[in-house]
């Protein structure tokens, strides 16, 4: 199971978006945490061109971009971005 790390713009948009998100896109996370590919849940995309290496998580009209990690401390789920899908590219 991966550690949960969110970029402080994520940890801003999510304080500001009603309870109920919040806590759909919580536990759309904390599910693709246990997954070993990512690519295998249906709501994840894999990102192309000089994203490589980076998915996109589906959640309603919102957007996750994420980046699984490997670190000393152990494995993590980066979480950089979350917001509206037209503003997620």
């Known amino acids: 199971m991966r550690r949960i790390v969110l970029h402080r713009r ?51 009209v919102y957007r996750s971009i994420v980046q699984p990690r490997r670190e000393d401390a152990g494995d993590i789920l980066y979480v950089d971005y979350i917001g509206p899908r037209g503003d997620a590219y």
């Open 10 to 60: 994520a940890v801003k948009y999510l304080r500001g978006m009603p309870r109920d998100r919040q806590a759909q896109i919580v536990q759309a996370l904390e599910e693709i945490t246990v997954l070993q590919n990512l690519g295998d849940h249906p709501n994840i995309k894999a990102l192309s061109g000089e994203f490589a290496g980076w998915f996109r998580l589906r959640t309603g």
